[in-house]
């Protein structure tokens, strides 16, 4: 074998290994889950709400569709309208913050908050468990995930953590 086989034999070979390469990591990018955070809780005449963070660094936008709760052997949905959080009266001016709902869009490589409510929620604990379980439909696909309750907001922190939201009207 000559010098110039050896060297277009390596250098092939190299090509089929970075071609493998990226062919491996780009799979892996495409089919990356999302991450789902819960950063508070707040509970308050039947209605539940929860701020999530939705993480997505797949190559690919994800939608989220569908959210329940499970407690008790029940199985409850979260809203398909904004739910008023809060409202205050600013110079004479009413202002409101309303949630988040379902579908969220999660582009490629980002993430985003939203504010999940569910409500009229029947027989809910009082206290709230220590522990929650929500079902979230991620493009088709359903993921059960369980969040430990421990940040629970007072009705004065809701307030506060909602008024980023606040709009007039």
């Given at each position: 074998?000559?010098?110039?086989?050896?060297?277009?034999?390596?250098?092939?070979?190299?090509?089929?290994?970075?071609?493998?390469?990226?062919?491996?990591?780009?799979?892996?990018?495409?089919?990356?889950?999302?991450?789902?955070?819960?950063?508070?809780?707040?509970?308050?005449?039947?209605?539940?709400?929860?701020?999530?963070?939705?993480?997505?660094?797949?190559?690919?936008?994800?939608?989220?569709?569908?959210?329940?709760?499970?407690?008790?052997?029940?199985?409850?949905?979260?809203?398909?309208?904004?739910?008023?959080?809060?409202?205050?009266?600013?110079?004479g001016k009413m202002f409101y913050s309303f949630s988040d709902m379902v579908p969220?869009?999660i582009p490629s490589r980002s993430s985003c908050q939203a504010i999940i409510s569910?409500?009229?929620?029947?027989?809910?604990?009082?206290?709230?468990?220590?522990?929650?379980?929500?079902?979230?439909?991620?493009?088709?696909?359903?993921?059960?995930?369980?969040?430990?309750?421990?940040?629970?907001?007072?009705?004065?922190?809701?307030?506060?953590?909602?008024?980023?939201?606040?709009m007039p009207f």
């Amino acid at each position: 074998m000559s010098i110039y086989e050896i060297i277009t034999v390596t250098i092939s070979a190299i090509a089929l290994a970075l071609s493998l390469y990226a062919a491996i990591s780009a799979y892996y990018e495409k089919h990356l889950k999302a991450k789902i955070y819960a950063l508070w809780f707040f509970y308050f005449n039947k209605q539940l709400n929860v701020n999530f963070i939705f993480s997505n660094m797949s190559s690919r936008p994800k939608t989220i569709t569908k959210i329940w709760i499970k407690y008790d052997d029940k199985v409850a949905e979260s809203t398909w309208y904004h739910a008023k959080l809060s409202d205050k009266n600013i110079n004479g001016k009413m202002f409101y913050s309303f949630s988040d709902m379902v579908p969220v869009n999660i582009p490629s490589r980002s993430s985003c908050q939203a504010i999940i409510s569910f409500t009229y929620l029947k027989d809910f604990p009082s206290p709230m468990p220590e522990k929650l379980t929500f079902v979230f439909q991620i493009d088709g696909s359903k993921v059960e995930k369980t969040f430990n309750t421990t940040k629970q907001l007072t009705i004065d922190e809701q307030v506060i953590a909602a008024e980023y939201k606040l709009m007039p009207f």
